[in-house]
């Protein structure tokens, strides 16, 4: 696959030589200024370079230590993007795009129209694209503060105000209890202000422009204390803390903020697929035990053996329910899992026989035993109302599909190493090793992703294993001490 997925980068690489171009940036409160932004045309879609759009909105943007996570600092929140994949970090919520995020010469490339559909959620001002020009149109936001969230942790609240520039603010306790920060020469949105939730140990939240000042009035109820204000400067955050009892948490400054950021991509959810379900039975034993009963069971061993050890769990169905395969990688992206396990029984035609365990990876199929897996594995299409999603998965176009897994393919193959030798030897079935192919159910994971194939069900001497709830719980128990030592090896 990574032979494949190179040349196919090395080509898109060659044709952003051939159709670069640039493209105007007309400020509409600003006749005189100029400014243009650099593109490139492929697969009929115009894609733009994101530090350069990031420049342009004053957003400051920074690469992790891999280089290939890119964050840009918008003012209303801060957007985590990676490489090869069309999913967006925004904050605790995971938002999507079409196609992947592309790379080439450190330069990240998305498709115009996607990226500023994206940006203007989060970014005060007015931002456009006009494809007939073509040309993006640009307003600077009117505005020096624009809002606020809020967060209760270790007995504070803390309200917290983003701000387009570093302000000079002054806070003071007024004669009600109250407590007013005025921001010297700048401008708010006091609409953004109103009708916004406020936290349950506030009574009273308001703002307002005076003259040439914003103030914003902040009144706590009776046993909640003011706490100070602190300021992030990088990029700017106005906190303003209070205590709801005697706390010794951790103030919000600069390292908090780091913390915070590494915690967005640490081990912490683990998520559980059992295979079939509902009307789709998968594999169906010599004996009529079912796959879908097996892998639900095994699934939920997993999952409490899991939580044992603290580590969250989402599983994409906890009862005998049909899900169709690209809604199991939506539901791992929206719960923000970190691992995704897909459970299932292999099986071969009647009369045939064979044993032991194995896992697979997402790439293209390189033999013939892991080409029949995957197809008995999609052939569950066939119980969905509509199968349009599926239908043009070439194998070119599968390659681009792989992509929003391709920078994991490397812990996914060595997560799959681990489980197999962990529960081969484990369960003393034979180890029939780690094979890759096109699993529809993996490509949609933005995150490490396996298939483990547990037992043969169509043997019926492992039929009569998998039948075994000790059996089944020793499968949970070793796959849970494999995802353990992965997550330890990647810390």
Request: net charge negative; glycine share 6%.
């Amino acid at each position: 696959m990574n032979k494949i997925l190179l040349i196919f980068l090395i080509v898109i690489i060659s044709c952003c030589n051939l159709f670069a171009e640039w493209i105007s940036v007309e400020w509409m409160n600003d006749a005189q200024r100029i400014d243009s932004v650099y593109v490139i045309q492929l697969q009929q879609h115009i894609w733009v370079e994101l530090q350069n759009i990031a420049d342009l909105l004053g957003a400051d943007w920074r690469c992790d230590s891999s280089g290939n996570h890119i964050r840009l600092d918008m003012p209303i929140e801060a957007l985590i993007f990676t490489v090869n994949t069309p999913f967006v970090l925004a904050g605790d919520r995971t938002k999507q795009i079409p196609l992947p995020i592309l790379k080439h010469d450190e330069r990240f490339f998305i498709p115009i129209e996607d990226l500023i559909a994206l940006l203007s959620e989060f970014y005060p001002g007015e931002l456009l694209y006009d494809p007939a020009s073509p040309a993006l149109l640009l307003t600077p936001p009117r505005h020096d503060l624009f809002g606020f969230k809020y967060n209760t942790e270790s007995g504070f609240t803390n309200i917290l105000i983003p701000a387009m520039k570093l302000l000079e603010c002054n806070d003071s306790k007024e004669a009600d209890g109250s407590v007013k920060l005025v921001f010297k020469k700048s401008k708010i949105d006091t609409n953004a202000f109103k009708d916004q939730a406020i936290p349950d140990v506030i009574s009273e939240l308001s703002a307002l422009q005076k003259d040439n000042d914003a103030e914003i009035v902040i009144k706590a109820k009776q046993g909640t204390e003011f706490d100070g204000v602190e300021i992030i400067i990088d990029p700017p955050l106005y906190c303003v803390r209070f205590r709801t009892q005697s706390a010794g948490g951790l103030r919000i400054d600069e390292q908090r903020r780091l913390e915070a950021e590494k915690s967005a991509w640490a081990f912490d959810v683990v998520v559980i697929d059992p295979g079939h379900g509902g009307k789709d039975p998968g594999a169906i034993g010599p004996t009529r035990l079912y796959e879908k009963d097996v892998v639900l069971d095994v699934g939920l061993r997993l999952r409490k053996a899991l939580e044992k050890h603290g580590i969250k769990t989402v599983m994409t169905r906890e009862t005998d329910k049909f899900i169709p395969l690209d809604e199991r990688g939506r539901i791992a992206n929206r719960s923000g899992g970190k691992l995704f396990v897909s459970l299932h029984c292999n099986a071969l035609a009647h009369g045939k026989k064979a044993y032991g365990i194995e896992t697979y990876f997402l790439a293209p199929a390189k033999t013939d035993r892991a080409m029949r897996v995957a197809l008995k594995e999609n052939s569950v299409i066939s119980y969905e109302e509509s199968q349009d999603q599926y239908q043009d998965l070439t194998e070119e176009n599968f390659i681009l599909l792989t992509m929003a897994q391709a920078n994991f393919v490397r812990e996914s193959e060595y997560l799959a190493s681990i489980v197999q030798e962990k529960v081969s030897r484990g369960v003393s079935l034979p180890d029939r090793g780690v094979d890759q192919a096109g699993f529809y159910v993996l490509y949609g994971a933005s995150m490490p992703a396996i298939l483990v194939e547990m037992a043969f069900i169509s043997t019926r001497t492992e039929e009569n294993k998998l039948r075994d709830k000790k059996f089944r719980q020793a499968i949970a128990d070793y796959l849970c001490k494999a995802i353990l030592n992965f997550s330890a090896q990647s810390e």
